[in-house]
């Protein structure tokens, strides 16, 4: 069987104050565990957690990652803003023009996000977090519609979006120019193997599909890449 899409990772610095201000934003729970997995949990069991991994990297650049936040109205929007700034959020200039409507912040740590405007028909019946809008290829976006068996929602001029079947956050791709890459990505996808799944049969599915294994890893997990280098793990059963 198929991995499934377990966590969205944040590489932080400081994981437990960054898991904190997302949980706040975003009103999902801290999860319990040990002091090494930082975490905060959807509201709905099937989908992905948030997971807060220590890193000494410093942040370089634009991350390639982002979440798109939405909103069900202007007071709904306006509220997140307030709130994400409350929490040590702040306002940041990526390029975006006065007329757009959404509004773009960076977290305590510097990753970006959005937050979109109400009425926003791409995100509408996502959740909160609508999107994980990513810079990438669209042979990237071929490859996770395939890695996870979500089925390609958009597909045209180069720029792809994806969605499980059961509903829930896209994950986009914006198509050429793609930025180099610039050290360790901020972000990353941590997949899980199913219970009856074969951990190294589905890694060499991964592989077919146009991934390659990174060298290092541990006995819990296989660090990998997807076609436009970008790290991700795949775990055992959890």
Not at 1 to 25: E, K, Y
Not at 46 to 74: C, M, W, Y
Not at 211 to 216: G, I, N, Q
């Amino acid at each position: 069987m198929t991995s499934q899409l377990f966590a969205i990772c944040f590489n932080a610095i400081h994981p437990s104050d960054l898991a904190r201000f997302w949980s706040g934003v975003l009103g999902w729970e801290m999860a319990d565990g040990p002091d090494d997995d930082v975490a905060i949990l959807p509201p709905d069991p099937a989908g992905f957690r948030v997971r807060f991994l220590p890193s000494l990297e410093p942040k370089i650049g634009q991350n390639r990652a982002h979440f798109d936040l939405t909103s069900t109205s202007p007071d709904d929007q306006q509220q997140t803003v307030a709130r994400a700034l409350r929490l040590g959020g702040k306002h940041i200039d990526v390029g975006q023009l006065p007329e757009e409507g959404h509004v773009v912040l960076a977290d305590p740590e510097d990753n970006e996000f959005c937050v979109i405007e109400a009425g926003n028909k791409f995100l509408a019946d996502t959740g909160v977090i609508g999107a994980l809008a990513c810079d990438g290829t669209q042979e990237v976006g071929y490859f996770w519609s395939e890695a996870l068996r979500w089925p390609l929602v958009w597909d045209q001029d180069q720029e792809t979006a994806i969605q499980s079947p059961s509903g829930g956050t896209k994950i986009t791709w914006g198509g050429p120019p793609v930025a180099p890459k610039t050290g360790t990505n901020r972000l990353c996808f941590e997949l899980v193997t199913p219970a009856d799944a074969d951990w190294e049969t589905e890694v060499d599915r991964l592989l077919s599909l146009g991934a390659t294994r990174a060298d290092e890893g541990d006995g819990g997990q296989i660090l990998m890449f997807d076609p436009d280098g970008n790290e991700f793990s795949v775990r055992g059963p959890r």
